[in-house]
């Protein structure tokens, strides 16, 4: 059972009116504490200052099972398939006719999911990238995904659902803002942003210590970490060079982490103490090295959201992992390769797949090795001619290392000059066939620019407020939603006069406000 906060209504006193105002605002429930505190905070100074009506949209049915929202008065919805209501009927009704139109508008298509996820729309906004993300995120649907499978039906329907029911929302309660906390899946607060955007709606996503209006609706096609050059330039004005080799050092010693990359990743792959059979290792591929040409191939989680960056080249990542590895069976003998599984892989539960997929072809990659696990990052790419990847933060840091990777995807960190990003899949294997000729070394600018890059995305990218003094830093630890309020209702005790009102977060985000909604 999830622990309630102590004293919510005296420290949180988020007392939300109604008004005849035209204008109304609309926060997706994630079932999180933290993310749906964020949220109402921006939606009591909204209400307070600003006279939007809030309004809140969430899976769940009953508002007292959704965490933080069960002490708020706030208008609720949630569209089920009872049909009492006349409103919800034709929703449903059209979605199931939009479901309809999507089955006999690809029966014919050789390539259903890839028009699926390229262009699939719902009242005129793109879907089908994240219909299809939900859709392998769980039970290994990626290796053999289908759009006649039950489960993938149930995933557009409800995808469709969902937009038809935020465009109903819209009209009926006059939204001219939507405030998110989420960018993966068919969520609610993911739709809102693609819907609000398209349609000119105020749109805002909050997390973490972050803030952003997104000026249009290509922006929220893509990551929200994405670096611009306009911030690259702010940068440079007001953090030294000196400051970011201290900042990436720490970093490469796995003693400090930012908000992009979860510091049990940053210790795996570089506050390592690398052990006998690791050195072992490291000597066979020095060897190897002299004669050869190394390239390391850095696999993603397969289920992990391979469409968070906007367009990458394969379906999937698990398509690049697959079609690259019968590209090296049948290329130059003479190249040798490291493939190198994501750290996290355990906690998608999806070990041994690769090894499965080696093994199949073991005969025909005997130029090919599996990365152990506990291997520095530095030390891996000492040992890499090349790196290959998709959208992984690990081509950044070969950047970062000083040589150019290929990437298959718009990654946050992409700038023109640092890596190669070829637009097809043929151009991919074109690259990667000719390694050998093309020019990798990047020259220091070059190189101290990724590392800017790089402090960018960790430091600033997901932190643009004043941190909070009672509300836990959810990326210092990862914790669950029961010790979360456990950690908030400590730090509410140490603060015996505390009002959220007076919180260095809620001021800034007042601030924020005031100058992004003008």
């Known amino acids: 059972m999830i622990r309630k906060i102590n004293n919510f209504k005296k420290n949180f006193p988020f007392k939300l009116k109604y008004s005849k105002s035209n204008k109304g605002v609309l926060i997706g429930d994630r079932t999180q504490n933290d993310a749906n505190l964020r949220s ?91 219909v299809y993300d939900l859709y392998v995120r ?17 995933t557009l329907y409800k995808g469709i659902l969902k937009t038809h029911f935020i465009d109903y929302l819209v ?65 440079i004005k007001r953090v030294s060079s000196k400051e970011i080799e201290k900042f990436y050092n720490l970093r490469k010693k796995g003693n400090l982490h930012g908000t992009y990359v ?24 020095s060897k190897i090295k002299k004669s050869r040409q190394i390239n390391l191939f850095a696999v993603h989680c397969f289920s992990d959201s391979p469409h968070f960056c906007a367009d990458i ?43 499965n997929v080696i093994k199949r072809y073991k005969n025909e990659l005997d130029n090919l090795v599996i990365c152990p696990e506990k291997i520095n990052n530095s030390t891996l790419f000492n040992l890499s001619d090349n790196l290959i990847n998709c959208v992984s933060t690990i081509s950044l840091e070969f950047a970062c290392h000083g040589k150019k990777s290929i990437i298959a995807g718009d990654a946050p960190y992409y ?21 050998h000729k093309l020019k990798t070394n990047l020259n220091k600018q070059e190189i101290l620019l990724s590392k800017r890059i790089l402090y960018l995305i960790e430091l600033e990218a997901n932190n643009n407020l004043d941190k909070s003094k009672i509300l836990p830093d959810i990326f210092l630890s990862k914790l669950s939603e029961d ?24 001021k800034s985000l007042e601030l924020k406000l005031s100058k992004a909604i003008i």
């Not at 769980?138 to 149930?154: A, G, N, T």
């Not at 010790?483 to 809620?506: A, G, H, M, T």
Request: aromatic share 16%; proline share 3%; hydrophobic share 35%.
């Open 40 to 130: 109402l905070l921006i939606t009591h100074i909204l209400n307070k200052e600003y006279n939007y009506n809030p309004y809140l949209v969430s899976d769940l049915n009953d508002k007292k099972n959704i965490p933080v929202y069960k002490n708020i008065d706030i208008k609720k919805f949630s569209i089920n398939l009872k049909l009492t209501n006349l409103n919800y009927f034709f929703i449903i009704i059209s979605s199931f006719f939009d479901l309809t139109v999507f089955y006999l508008k690809t029966l014919l298509m050789k390539n259903k999911m890839s028009w699926l996820i390229k262009n699939f729309k719902c009242k005129k906004i793109n879907i089908g990238d994240l």
């Open 138 to 154: 769980y039970d290994f649907k990626f290796l053999k995904p289908s759009i006649y499978e039950i489960k993938f039906l149930i």
């Open 171 to 235: 009209n009926k309660y006059k939204i001219k803002m939507v405030v998110s906390t989420q960018m993966s899946f068919t969520s609610y607060g993911n739709i809102m942003l693609r819907y609000g955007t398209k349609f000119g709606l105020k749109s805002f996503v909050t997390g973490s210590n972050l803030l952003q209006k997104f000026n249009n609706h290509k922006e929220t096609l893509t990551s929200h970490f994405k670096v611009r050059e306009k911030n690259i330039k702010k940068n």
């Open 262 to 285: 979860p510091i049990n990743t940053i210790k795996k792959v570089y506050g390592l103490n690398e052990n006998n059979k690791i050195s072992e290792f490291a000597n066979k591929l």
């Open 313 to 355: 080249v394969f379906q999937d990542y698990y398509d690049q992992f697959l079609q690259t590895i019968n590209f090296i069976r049948k290329s130059n003998k003479k190249t040798f390769w490291i493939i190198k599984p994501h750290p996290a892989r355990s906690q998608y539960h999806e070990d041994g797949l690769i090894e």
């Open 415 to 435: 700038q023109k000059g640092l890596f190669f990003k070829p637009k097809t899949r043929e151009s991919y294997f074109n690259l990667i066939n000719n390694l």
């Open 483 to 506: 010790s979360y309020v456990k950690c908030l209702n400590q730090n509410i005790k140490k603060e015996l006069n505390f009002s959220i009102l007076e919180d260095p977060l809620y």
